[in-house]
């Protein structure tokens, strides 16, 4: 059991969900005229992630996501015990965030931080989606800390924030089924939540066997010239 990462996740999610849930409450204070939704949330979600990656990241690799720890466990970089542990601190660092809003705001202001498809989309359509944005995801996550590790606290931020600039319209964009989890069971509205248990956990999923098989494919041999 490794407590101290465990606390780091929880924290930095908590952190995380804290910047950009609220970033969709500033939108709704000041109005699309003053803080365009299309700006502010997307940049309020990437840069806290980008704020919990630099304040916890040190402590517990900064994966603030299940689906990150599923897909770093897949890989075998992280135990499945460990795995275990991340996600429920997640879970427990993300439903901290959403009671703040509660508290700070009210339920109806949980309720705006909801995922759920808009813009004409069905059920369906944003459960691909969400998968497919999910896998993007997870294969810079997977990719950068690897092979990039001294770029990969700024690429991973900026992968979410353009996932964000194409997916809030149509999904609500969560890519993280803690970020859904949380303001569904505080703010008394689950009936969307499979969406973005089922999508998220299988973009993961499909990531990892991605990259395990491109990464482990030979290197193509260089000739000597």
Known sequence: MNARAYLAELL????????????IQAV???????????????????LGLLA???????????HFNPAVSLALAIDGRLSPTDA??????????????????????????????ITAPGSGFGDVQALV??????AIFLLV???STKHASALAALAIPLTLVAIHLVAVP????????????????????????????VGPTAGGVIAALIYRVIDRMPAPATSAG
């Not at 542990?85 to 700070?104: F, K, P, R």
């Not at 989606?129 to 999910?134: G, R």
């Open 12 to 23: 930095g999610t908590f952190l995380f969900f804290v910047i950009g849930m609220s970033s």
């Open 28 to 46: 709704g204070a000041l109005g699309p005229g003053v803080a365009p939704l299309m700006v502010v949330v997307p940049l309020g979600f990437g």
């Open 52 to 62: 919990a990656i630099f304040a916890f990241g040190h402590v517990s690799g900064g």
């Open 84 to 113: 275990a542990g991340y996600i429920v601190s997640q879970v427990i660092g993300a439903i901290g965030a959403s009671g703040l809003i509660y508290v700070l705001w009210s339920q109806d202001a949980v309720k705006a931080t």
């Open 129 to 134: 989606f969400e998968t497919v944005l999910t």
């Open 141 to 143: 996550i997977l990719a």
């Open 170 to 197: 149509f999904t609500g964009s969560s890519v993280n089924p803690a970020r859904s989890i949380a303001p569904a069971l505080l703010g008394g509205d689950l009936s969307k939540l499979w969406i973005y248990l």
